[in-house]
């Protein structure tokens, strides 16, 4: 086994991204190449052959050397299931829970999901985002909210995860639809015209983030007509339309989402983001409309970084 080298795989929903990754225990993780593959949904069962078909060549390079894979890779669609370990959990519990197996010789790990019950009291997911999380614990921890010593870590996507961090554990999390309600109604309903035309209008966003702050609890339903009736009566621009629906949606995710986290951890002033850079921005306005300072951080790189922890903490243990 080609000892400094591994490889660490994101393989979602959609898309499957590999990283051939020199590791030093010294030094920062040197990624050395990369492939891209469908995701988990594209598959069709035939995970083995697509890996190989990308991974392939490295082997052959570089001979055999270790996979780390996150992702919905370990769901009951994918590869492998990894079953969820229960929240309030610790780097050390994630990298321990991973699920192990062998295929063509190879050494695999799919590290497992996370589950808890979220602050509404209702049962609660994450697959993928606990890679990052373990990867922020270790490298680029944000600013402790002095009274209770926690942290807030706001992951967006299709599925919002707004985490709160505290001890050196993932203590709990909710989700929000927002990216994928923001998706349908941009596609598949009356709100939006043209959705393949869209600008983005920082101004415009931010007026549906305010209208989302002055909403009574239940009143996001009625609030999302204006999106059409304002583009009738001439407010509003078709191709500015979906900045205000963004602005509206993301506004009341960070609404209900700030409300239930300062329940369990006081005020908040400050969160961290782990995501796209586009989307992570428009969550940095929201929050900041509101008084809530955002600092964003390098997805990628924070993903790396839970690869490598996983690697140090299994690998290097087991080579010494």
């Given at each position: 086994m080609t000892e400094a080298l591994f490889i660490a795989g994101d393989w979602g929903t959609t898309h499957l991204r590999l990283y051939l990754c020199q590791h030093n225990s010294s030094q920062a993780l040197?990624?050395?190449a990369t492939q891209m593959g469908p995701g988990v949904s594209q598959v069709e069962g035939n995970f083995e052959q697509i890996f190989f078909d990308l991974a392939g060549q490295w082997f052959e390079d570089h001979g055999p050397m270790p996979v780390i894979l996150s992702g919905m890779v370990g769901s009951n669609i994918g590869w492998h299931a990894a079953p969820y370990?229960?929240?309030?959990?610790?780097?050390?519990?994630?990298v321990a829970g991973r699920t192990g197996f062998q295929a063509r010789g190879i050494d695999f790990s799919i590290i497992s999901g996370l589950r808890t019950t979220n602050p509404l009291g209702t049962p609660d997911l994450m697959r993928?985002?606990?890679l990052?999380?373990?990867g922020w614990m270790g490298a680029a921890a944000g600013p402790t909210?002095?009274?209770?010593?926690?942290?807030?870590?706001?992951?967006?996507?299709?599925?919002?995860?707004?985490a709160l961090v505290r001890g050196g554990k993932i203590e709990t999390f909710v989700t929000a639809l927002?990216?994928?309600?923001?998706s349908l109604l941009q596609n598949h309903s009356v709100l939006i015209a043209n959705g393949e035309s869209a600008d983005f209008s920082d101004d415009i966003f931010l007026q549906g983030v305010k209208v989302a702050t002055t909403l009574e609890s239940g009143q996001l339903l009625q609030a999302l007509f204006a999106t059409r009736s304002r583009q009738v009566l001439g407010e509003l621009s078709e191709s500015y339309a979906s900045s205000y629906l963004s602005g509206l949606l993301i506004g009341s995710d960070v609404v209900g989402s700030v409300a239930l986290m300062e329940k369990q951890m006081g005020r908040i002033s400050s969160v961290e983001l782990i995501g796209e850079s586009a989307l992570s921005r428009c969550y940095q306005l929201a929050l900041e409309s509101v008084d809530i300072k955002a600092e964003l951080r390098d997805a990628t790189q924070i993903s790396i970084s839970g690869y490598q922890a996983v690697y140090a903490a299994v690998y290097e243990v087991t080579q010494s």
């Open positions: 040197n990624i050395v370990i229960d929240c309030p959990a610790s780097a050390e519990q994630i993928g985002e606990e990052q999380l373990l909210n002095k009274s209770t010593g926690a942290e807030l870590v706001v992951l967006p996507g299709t599925h919002n995860k707004w927002t990216g994928e309600l923001y």
